[in-house]
């Protein structure tokens, strides 16, 4: 990372808290709408970093456990503004979320109810739609290098469809494009080579099981640390983890708790694992909140730190370099079917059809930014349900 002066510093350091938190605050949609957000801004309008360096750090947080757009968040502060960047970056990017989270924690725990907030998804989702369709667009001319990660990045789309796991859909992808193109170098000096280059990438975490027992801070804490350190993939990943953990194994909550958790977590911008929070509260009030946010958040920041100064010599490994082409190629093909699921919800009637193809022209051809246009989703879908309760 180049070496910038102490006031450079504090004045990155204050551009990324700002950044990040105004993202938290309108980043609905889930982690594709977040990344896309995060490329309108940091890449298209800022120039903080390149589009392959984006796509590298895309392709870095696939590989590793957690919430790939908080790890993006947290990558992305580490770049502009160092160590200090790396802290208050990711945490200004979780804490709208949290604070959201709790306050409707407390109206739950209250009033045994989640205030509804279809009105303003209705009118956010076409947006977001138009967001992910722009950071697929502007990623993919330099994902898809040529017919090697193209036909990976299909295939990978085709597969999702078909009931492929995320997780090894990505490696597979990564995995595909390495030994192709590599085939040469292979056949010279056998397979030795890719050992150093995967054995990079693999994290792990061993995790004894947990007894149950009763409800404790302490193994609450615990509990979210190791869901953290050893979660991949989608929301519905995260709801089978929190089943199998808080249902099942440990009793503390009901399958209705369990479906108000995640249903607050998707209504709510930022990150999806601020579940946590919701949970936490519910069994053990604001300290509870707070530490089942730490616990599940904690494995992200102490991962990318350690990720981090790794990612820029693999892309200088001709092996590693194909990996992480083909891992960026897979999660463009994830990228593009999250994009299709998105629409099959979000585009349901001819005004979320409209609020969609209004929002891709005015991102795409007159680049208004991306949080406006989310903000102007969720008025939109204010008046509209003003309109239909004063018509009804």
Same mark, same amino acid.
């Given at each position: 990372?180049?070496?910038?002066?102490?006031?450079?510093?504090?004045?990155?350091?204050?551009?990324?808290?700002?950044?990040?938190?105004?993202?938290?605050?309108?980043?609905?949609?889930?982690?594709?709408?977040?990344?896309?957000?995060?490329?309108?801004?940091?890449?298209?309008?800022?120039?903080?970093?390149?589009?392959?360096?984006?796509?590298?750090?895309? %392709?870095?947080?696939?590989?590793?456990?957690?919430?790939?757009?908080?790890?993006?968040?947290?990558?992305?502060?580490?770049?502009?503004?160092?160590?200090?960047?790396?802290?208050?970056?990711?945490?200004?990017?979780?804490?709208?979320?949290?604070?959201?989270?709790?306050?409707?924690?407390?109206?739950?725990?209250?009033? %045994?109810?989640?205030?509804?907030?279809?009105? *303003?998804?209705?009118?956010?989702?076409? /947006?977001?739609?138009? /967001?992910?369709?722009?950071?697929?667009?502007?990623?993919?001319?330099?994902?898809?290098?040529?017919?090697?990660?193209?036909?990976?990045?299909?295939?990978?789309?085709?597969?999702?469809?078909?009931?492929?796991?995320?997780?090894?859909?990505?490696?597979?992808?990564?995995?595909?494009?390495?030994?192709?193109?590599?085939?040469?170098?292979?056949?010279?000096?056998?397979?030795?080579?890719?050992?150093?280059?995967?054995?990079? *990438?693999?994290?792990?975490?061993?995790?004894?099981?947990?007894?149950?027992?009763?409800?404790?801070?302490?193994?609450?804490? +615990?509990? &979210?640390?190791?869901?953290?350190?050893?979660?991949? %993939?989608?929301?519905?990943?995260?709801?089978?983890?929190?089943?199998? #953990? &808080?249902?099942?194994?440990?009793?503390?909550?009901?399958?209705?708790?369990?479906? #108000? $958790?995640?249903?607050?977590?998707?209504?709510?911008?930022?990150?999806?694992?601020?579940?946590?929070?919701?949970?936490?509260?519910?069994? %053990?009030?604001?300290?509870?909140?707070? +530490?089942?946010?730490?616990?599940?958040?904690?494995?992200?920041?102490?991962?990318?730190?350690?990720?981090?100064?790794?990612?820029?010599?693999?892309?200088?490994?001709?092996?590693?370099?194909?990996?992480?082409?083909?891992?960026?190629?897979?999660?463009?093909?994830?990228?593009?079917?999250?994009?299709?699921?998105?629409?099959?919800?979000?585009?349901?009637?001819?005004?979320?059809?409209?609020?969609?193809?209004?929002?891709?022209?005015?991102?795409?051809?007159?680049?208004?930014?991306?949080?406006?246009?989310?903000?102007?989703?969720?008025? $939109?879908?204010?008046?509209?349900?003003?309109?239909?309760?004063?018509?009804?």
């Amino acid at each position: 990372m180049e070496t910038i002066t102490t006031p450079a510093k504090n004045q990155h350091l204050k551009e990324v808290t700002s950044l990040f938190l105004r993202l938290g605050l309108t980043a609905f949609g889930g982690p594709a709408a977040h990344v896309g957000m995060m490329h309108d801004e940091i890449v298209r309008r800022r120039k903080w970093v390149d589009e392959q360096r984006f796509l590298d750090l895309l %392709g870095a947080t696939n590989l590793i456990p957690g919430p790939n757009s908080t790890e993006m968040a947290i990558h992305l502060s580490y770049l502009r503004a160092g160590w200090p960047g790396l802290i208050l970056g990711g945490a200004a990017f979780i804490l709208p979320a949290v604070v959201l989270v709790t306050a409707l924690s407390w109206v739950y725990v209250q009033y %045994g109810a989640t205030p509804a907030a279809n009105w *303003l998804l209705y009118g956010v989702k076409p /947006v977001v739609i138009a /967001v992910v369709l722009q950071a697929l667009l502007g990623l993919g001319k330099k994902a898809i290098q040529d017919w090697v990660t193209a036909a990976a990045g299909a295939a990978v789309f085709v597969l999702f469809f078909l009931g492929g796991n995320e997780i090894l859909l990505l490696f597979a992808g990564g995995l595909a494009v390495m030994l192709v193109r590599q085939v040469p170098r292979l056949v010279k000096s056998g397979p030795a080579g890719l050992l150093p280059a995967l054995g990079s *990438l693999a994290p792990g975490a061993a995790w004894a099981a947990l007894q149950t027992v009763p409800y404790s801070p302490v193994r609450l804490f +615990l509990t &979210f640390l190791k869901i953290g350190s050893i979660l991949y %993939g989608s929301g519905y990943v995260l709801l089978a983890f929190l089943r199998s #953990d &808080f249902v099942v194994r440990l009793g503390w909550l009901t399958d209705q708790q369990l479906i #108000d $958790a995640i249903a607050i977590g998707q209504v709510t911008p930022g990150p999806v694992f601020t579940t946590a929070t919701f949970i936490g509260y519910v069994l %053990g009030g604001l300290p509870g909140a707070l +530490l089942g946010t730490l616990g599940i958040f904690l494995p992200s920041f102490l991962l990318v730190a350690i990720s981090s100064p790794v990612i820029p010599r693999l892309r200088n490994s001709a092996w590693a370099g194909a990996l992480l082409d083909g891992v960026n190629a897979a999660s463009l093909g994830l990228m593009g079917a999250v994009l299709v699921q998105l629409a099959r919800d979000a585009l349901v009637d001819p005004v979320t059809i409209l609020l969609g193809l209004v929002a891709a022209v005015l991102l795409l051809r007159y680049r208004v930014n991306s949080t406006w246009l989310v903000l102007g989703g969720a008025a $939109a879908g204010l008046l509209h349900y003003a309109v239909r309760l004063l018509g009804g």
